[in-house]
């Protein structure tokens, strides 16, 4: 996924240098890319064997999934927060083009903050120290949203085309910070299905992931859909000098987003805390 950010504005260029309208040469983009990814992931699916015999369980009726979900405080606001997450996450992907053409005014500079986002698996592979050194998940949750924040809201008065050293930097770092708030989401999820188990004495591990996982893709698909919305709302003309209204939208995702994730990755934090009894 993260070589295809790198490379997907360059084959769109070459695609466009060859006399392609640029509406073609998205398309043809996305479907070079998306074709091998179908490919790959079916080979994947199809190579894959169970090397363990997976347990026997009983179908859940509708009911006690129910009952598991509504007596489980933790996962609906780890829910809530990969809802939110989808929304600035991708949402400030679609943002970032319209920022890198009308504010930077070079599109090329995409492709370089897309190469140096590689740095976000700095994240993970510090996460589990962090986590262990704080004995709450849900805590740096909130110290990658606001460390990212605050680098965005920073970001916000540099100009990528005359001050793009110190723009990618903070680039860099903020990438780093969202890499801690993917691994330390993902380990709360997991968390939740211990709490549902403890509270209702039912397992629902892959209802609890899938779940989970549809709040994220709701959140992203609202976010990249609205962008182009609200865009359009405000008078959104491709290839001209914008107004005032699609600077706004930018300013949106670049500050207030990551603060509102800042905020609301505070009360799930006791849903990641360590215990000295688990039963607790």
């Known amino acids: 996924f993260w070589l295809m950010t790198v490379l997907w504005l360059p084959l769109i260029n070459l695609l466009m240098s060859g006399g392609m309208a640029q509406d073609k040469a998205y398309f043809t983009a996305a479907i070079i890319f998306t074709v091998p990814g179908l490919l790959f992931a079916v080979l994947l699916y199809r190579n894959s064997r169970e090397v363990v015999e997976p347990q026997k369980s009983t179908k859940l009726p509708a009911k006690d999934l129910w009952h598991f979900v509504i007596q489980n405080g933790p996962l609906l606001m780890v829910m809530f927060g990969q809802f939110v997450c989808g929304i600035y996450m991708y949402g400030r992907s679609g943002v970032m083009m319209y920022y890198f053409t009308y504010y930077a005014g070079n599109t090329n500079l995409f492709t370089i903050y897309n190469l140096i986002a590689w740095l976000r698996i700095a994240g993970p592979f510090t996460a589990p120290i962090l986590m262990e050194k704080c004995g709450n998940k849900g805590r740096i949750v909130a110290l990658g949203a606001i460390g990212s924040g605050a680098l965005f809201v920073a970001m916000n008065f540099i100009n990528a085309g005359t001050n793009p050293l110190l723009f990618y930097i903070f680039a860099g770092v903020s990438g780093y910070f969202n890499g801690l708030i993917m691994a330390a989401v993902y380990a709360c ?67 207030l987003l990551y603060l509102v994730c800042g905020g609301i990755s505070l009360p799930p934090g006791r849903s990641g805390q360590k215990k000295k009894d688990p039963t607790e």
């Open 189 to 255: 999820m997991l968390d939740t299905i211990e709490v549902g188990q403890y509270k209702t004495g039912i397992r629902a591990s892959a209802f609890a992931v899938s779940l989970c996982h549809f709040a994220n893709k709701l959140g992203m698909t609202i976010s990249t859909a609205g962008v182009g919305a609200v865009l359009a709302a405000l008078g959104f003309a491709a290839n001209q000098t914008q107004h005032v209204g699609g600077s706004l939208l930018v300013v949106l995702h670049f500050v």
